[in-house]
């Protein structure tokens, strides 16, 4: 097994201001490694939809973190980053670790087109984030004290980014998990009723779940000014992947750092706590 030594070749994490990206570029820093955090903005500009910007943040990398945005399930994203780990194994990039879903049959299908391209790739496939409740499309009901979500969603175990970064970052530095696919979750299988519950209960906010049809969640989503392909992503997740295949935790964070996973308990008290308590 090889690592990663201050002085090696840089790591390139494409998405690297995004949720997941910046966690990893913040460990990776803190180890002295050389990090290409790049994004739509900054010195190394990438964007998805120009493959020009793509080569001159590979070119010279011995990693990359993939992350595509805004998500795999989007029609061509399997083949546009299959593209990208082509170009990613024809410059020498070593190490390619692929941002993924659970349950997700476009992700899944990117996972196998990227292995084609990249042998040595690794697939991080994550259960529904816990800081999607902060810092995507539920922080905004948590603020208004009612989260309005589509009825009859089953449980899922929510998984810490935390974990999925500590996870990304030791797969982007060692040849350990070359060709794996590990699957990250917390260590239980929570409703999103029972998640708004938790949060209410650790925080002390007064904010509660609301169930409604599915067709009137995305009718609300259209009316609010979301984009048509995001609201039909938000409807397509709602409708056919949390519908109870992805309920089981894994072992996943276990084993590859060799501790459990967080719990989406300590989740809250961490990173919600201290807001409600100085907001």
């Given amino acids: 097994m090889t690592q990663n030594r201050p ?7 494409l998405g690297g201001t995004g949720k ?42 011995g990693a990359v973190y993939v ?20 170009l990613a194994h024809e410059l020498g990039v ?19 087109l990227v292995l084609e391209a990249h042998p040595a790739r690794t697939v991080v496939r994550a259960a529904f984030f816990a800081q999607n409740f902060t810092e995507n499309f539920l922080a905004q009901g948590i603020a208004d004290g009612v ?21 990304a970052a030791v797969a982007l530095t060692s040849d350990a998990h070359a060709g794996q696919v590990l699957e990250l979750t917390g260590p239980r299988a929570l409703t ?17 779940f609301q169930g409604v049809p599915v067709e009137e969640y995305t009718a609300g989503l259209t009316a609010a000014g979301l984009p048509r392909d995001l609201v039909d992503l938000l409807g397509y997740l709602f409708t056919e992947i949390l519908d109870g ?18 719990d989406f308990r300590e989740f809250v008290a ?10």
Avoid: K
Avoid at 7 to 13: E, F, K, T, W
Avoid at 46 to 52: G, K, L, M, Q, R
Avoid at 148 to 155: I, M
Avoid at 192 to 208: D, K, N, S, Y
């Fill in 245 to 262: 295949r992805g309920s089981r935790p894994t072992d996943g964070v276990r084993d590859v750092l060799g501790r459990d996973a967080r």
């Fill in 20 to 61: 997941t990206g910046r966690r990893i570029v913040e460990r990776l820093q803190a180890r002295d490694l050389p990090v290409r955090a790049a994004a739509r903005g900054g010195p190394h500009r990438f964007d998805w939809a120009e493959p020009t910007t793509w080569a001159p943040v590979l070119d010279g990398a």
């Fill in 147 to 167: 989260v309005v979500l589509p009825d009859g969603t089953a449980p899922e175990p929510f998984v810490d980014l935390e974990d999925v970064a500590d996870v």
């Fill in 94 to 112: 070593e190490r390619l670790v692929l941002l993924s879903g659970r349950g997700e049959t476009e992700a899944e299908r990117a996972e196998r």
């Fill in 67 to 86: 992350a595509y945005a805004p998500d795999l399930a989007m029609p061509g994203a399997p083949e546009t980053v299959a593209r990208l780990a082509e």
């Fill in 192 to 208: 999103f009723a029972e998640a708004v519950g938790e949060i209410a209960a650790v925080t002390g906010q007064p904010v509660r």
């Fill in 270 to 279: 961490r990173d919600m706590v201290p807001a409600a308590v100085t907001g």
């Fill in 7 to 13: 002085g090696a070749r840089p790591v390139a994490v």
